[in-house]
């Protein structure tokens, strides 16, 4: 398993962190040279734009180019790198979340996201998309029990039902590396999807 570049994606509550950190700690142990990153954020430049984004009121263009701004950098210091080292990088979100929070969630043209996307890490793509896919309402719940929510989880029912069906449509048009898990199962049930997946692949 060398540079393979693994994303996991999905609404907060979904229990995206709890595996991620556990695949982390499976593939370290057998050896392998892993990078553990999150998006917006993995650079010092790209955190700080997380934390303007999830907190600073802003319209949705402007929302949109700073998530692709720090996307930009964390490609260019963090990902690319390691992936040409032949490192492993697990990344919690990448631009599919774009497409699902920015274009679902807020309506912003899919054309324009792809464009964005082609300028800010062409030809780049994710060897293996994990999609923890959960109702809304159920995500809502986990979340109001975990945290005090951002600005993106203050968001309405109605805002996440598009941020599902934004997935839904990144999904259908990169269905050879989506891969649905379903988030609603046991914490046990859902890593043994997780572990079947790379398992198919080889890996």
């Not at 499976?26 to 990153?37: D, F, I, K, N, Y």
């Not at 996307?117 to 994990?130: A, K």
């Amino acid at each position: 398993m060398t540079a393979s570049f693994i994303t996991f994606e999905g609404i907060d509550g979904a229990g995206k962190s709890t595996h991620i950190e556990a695949l982390h700690r499976r593939l370290e142990s057998q050896g392998r040279t892993v990078v553990l990153t999150r998006e917006p954020g993995g650079t010092a430049l790209a955190e700080q734009l997380r934390a303007l984004v999830l907190a600073q009121p802003m319209d949705d263009v402007t929302e949109a180019l700073l998530m692709f701004a720090a996307r930009r950098d964390h490609v260019d210091k963090v990902i690319k790198p390691a992936l040409a080292q032949g490192q492993t990088v697990l990344c919690d979100r990448f631009s599919d979340a774009t497409f699902a929070y920015q274009g679902g969630g807020r309506g912003l043209d899919w054309a324009l996201l792809q464009q964005l996307e082609q300028i800010v890490h062409p030809g780049l793509q994710p060897d293996l998309t994990l999609w923890f896919e959960l109702p809304p309402a159920v995500a809502a719940q986990r979340r109001a029990a975990a945290r005090s929510p951002d600005r993106f989880e203050q968001q309405d029912l109605a805002f996440f039902d598009r941020v599902h069906a934004g997935y839904a449509r990144r999904a259908a048009e990169s269905s050879e590396r989506f891969l649905r898990i379903d988030a609603s199962k046991s914490v046990n049930e859902v890593w043994a999807s997780i572990a079947s997946a790379l398992e198919s692949r080889g890996w």
